[in-house]
Nanobody, 125 residues
Framework: QLVESGGGLVQAGDSLRLACTAS????????LGWFRQAPGKERQFVAA????????YYADSVKGRFTISRDNAKNTGRLQMSGLKPGDTAVYYC????????????????????WGQGTQVTVSS
């Protein structure tokens, strides 16, 4: 089970940190991804981190502004978002993938096995 937290309403340029807390099988069995979905749009990849935390991937639209991390000892993943823009407004989901390779992660939503319920991030201009 995955539970996101940390969403909210902020102004453009502000920062937010999202958290994803996992329960169940060992957290380090899974690559972790963050995706987002804005109203009327398809779910979009945001960031992913490999099982061992060594490899990180970002969508071009968030590169340099967002940072993904994980703490396997605490079964927690995080998405630090800075320089937020109105275009970042969406429901943000964390997802876990039983990825076979410990040092890579997928950027494809269909590869992820488990999903959280989502947390709303709204950025006003």
């Amino acid at each position: 089970q995955l539970v996101e937290s940390g969403g909210g309403l902020v102004q453009a340029g502000d920062s937010l940190r999202l958290a994803c807390t996992a329960s169940g099988p060992p957290f380090n069995n899974y690559a972790l991804g963050w995706f987002r979905q804005a109203p009327g749009k398809e779910r979009q990849f945001v960031a992913a981190v490999s099982r061992n935390g060594a490899s990180k991937y970002y969508a071009d639209s968030v590169k340099g502004r967002f940072t993904i991390s994980r703490d396997n000892a605490k079964n927690t993943g995080r998405l630090q978002m800075s320089g937020l823009k109105p275009g970042d407004t969406a429901v943000y989901y964390c997802a876990a993938d039983q990825h076979e390779v410990s040092y890579t992660a997928s950027i494809t939503a269909s590869d992820y096995d488990f999903w959280g319920q989502g947390t709303q991030v709204t950025v006003s201009s």
